[in-house]
C-alpha cells in the first residue's frame, strides 16, 4: 500500500483494534484538518490519511511514544512515507531531537516540515479529545505543560496553516484591537502598509471577525 484512501484509512484502525474513544478524537481532528486544508494550496489527500492515522499508535500505547508505534505500524503495512511522517511528527508542535531525549523517546528531529504534517498536527493541538478548542486556550495550556521554544513552534505553526483574512484599520479604530477581537478564536498580525494599518486574522474566526470590523466601521477593504 502506498497512497492511502479514506476506505483503506478506517480499515487500519479497524485491523489495530482503535477503541470507540480514539476514534471519535480522530474523526474529530479529520473534519478540522479537512476544513483548514480546503483553504490553503496542499495535498488534501494526504492531510486525510494522517489525520485519520495519526493517533493509530493508541492501539498499543497513550504515552508520546504512540506517534513513534503509530509510524512502525504504517511502515510495515507498506504505507506511503508522507503519511507516515506526518504520523510521527504530530507530538505536541513537533519535538526537537534534544527535546525528545529529555522526554526518553529516540533523539530524533520530529518537528513538522510539510504543510500536510502542519495541518494535521496543529488541528490535532485544537482539538481536545473531541470539542474544539481555541487557540489562546491551547496556547495557555502548553505554557504551563510544554517546553518553551515548543510553544514557540505551536503559534508559528498557527500563522503557517490558516490563510489570513486582511482588513485595513481605518482612523477610529479603538486603540486596544486586541480587547476587540479577544472574542474572537484567531490570532493576528498587523502591518504597516501604505500609511494604513493591515490586519492579518489567522484562525477559525478570521472571516468572522473581518466582518464584524467592517459592520462597525473600524475597517475595511482593499
Same mark, same amino acid.
Given at each position: @500500500?502506498?497512497?492511502? /484512501?479514506?476506505k483503506?484509512?478506517?480499515?487500519l484502525?479497524?485491523?489495530? @483494534?482503535v477503541? $470507540?474513544?480514539?476514534?471519535?478524537h480522530?474523526m474529530?481532528?479529520?473534519?478540522?484538518?479537512m476544513?483548514?486544508?480546503?483553504?490553503?494550496?496542499?495535498d488534501?489527500g494526504?492531510?486525510?490519511?494522517?489525520?485519520?492515522?495519526?493517533d493509530?499508535?493508541?492501539s498499543r500505547?497513550?504515552?508520546?511514544?504512540?506517534?513513534?508505534?503509530?509510524?512502525?505500524? #504504517?511502515?510495515?503495512? &507498506?504505507? *506511503?512515507?508522507?503519511?507516515?511522517?506526518?504520523?510521527?511528527?504530530?507530538? &505536541?508542535?513537533?519535538?526537537?531531537?534534544?527535546?525528545? !531525549?529529555?522526554?526518553?523517546? %529516540?533523539?530524533?528531529?520530529? +518537528?513538522?516540515?510539510?504543510?500536510?504534517?502542519?495541518?494535521?498536527?496543529?488541528a490535532?493541538? #485544537?482539538?481536545?479529545?473531541?470539542?474544539?478548542?481555541?487557540?489562546r486556550?491551547?496556547?495557555a495550556?502548553?505554557?504551563?505543560?510544554?517546553? %518553551?521554544e515548543?510553544v514557540?513552534?505551536l503559534?508559528?505553526?498557527? =500563522? *503557517?496553516? =490558516?490563510?489570513?483574512d486582511?482588513? =485595513?484599520l !481605518?482612523?477610529?479604530a %479603538? *486603540? *486596544?484591537?486586541? +480587547?476587540?477581537?479577544n472574542?474572537?478564536?484567531l490570532?493576528y498580525?498587523?502591518?504597516?502598509e501604505n500609511? !494604513?494599518?493591515?490586519l /492579518?486574522?489567522?484562525? $477559525?474566526?478570521?472571516? !468572522?471577525?473581518a466582518k464584524?470590523?467592517?459592520?462597525?466601521?473600524? +475597517?475595511?477593504?482593499?
Amino acid at each position: @500500500m502506498t497512497s492511502v /484512501s479514506k476506505k483503506e484509512a478506517l480499515a487500519l484502525l479497524k485491523k489495530y @483494534m482503535v477503541n $470507540q474513544h480514539v476514534m471519535e478524537h480522530v474523526m474529530a481532528v479529520h473534519d478540522y484538518a479537512m476544513e483548514i486544508a480546503a483553504e490553503v494550496e496542499c495535498d488534501r489527500g494526504l492531510v486525510e490519511a494522517g489525520s485519520l492515522l495519526h493517533d493509530i499508535g493508541r492501539s498499543r500505547s497513550h504515552g508520546i511514544d504512540h506517534a513513534i508505534i503509530g509510524a512502525e505500524i #504504517l511502515k510495515k503495512e &507498506g504505507v *506511503d512515507g508522507r503519511i507516515v511522517s506526518i504520523v510521527e511528527r504530530h507530538i &505536541g508542535a513537533g519535538l526537537t531531537a534534544r527535546e525528545a !531525549k529529555k522526554l526518553g523517546l %529516540p533523539p530524533k528531529d520530529y +518537528a513538522p516540515r510539510t504543510i500536510e504534517e502542519k495541518i494535521v498536527c496543529h488541528a490535532d493541538n #485544537l482539538i481536545g479529545s473531541t470539542e474544539r478548542v481555541s487557540i489562546r486556550d491551547t496556547i495557555a495550556m502548553a505554557r504551563m505543560k510544554w517546553f %518553551p521554544e515548543s510553544v514557540d513552534r505551536l503559534i508559528t505553526m498557527h =500563522f *503557517d496553516v =490558516f490563510k489570513p483574512d486582511i482588513v =485595513f484599520l !481605518k482612523e477610529n479604530a %479603538p *486603540d *486596544d484591537i486586541n +480587547a476587540v477581537l479577544n472574542d474572537f478564536d484567531l490570532l493576528y498580525k498587523v502591518s504597516h502598509e501604505n500609511g !494604513k494599518y493591515a490586519l /492579518s486574522l489567522y484562525g $477559525q474566526d478570521s472571516k !468572522k471577525a473581518a466582518k464584524y470590523l467592517l459592520d462597525k466601521g473600524v +475597517a475595511e477593504r482593499h
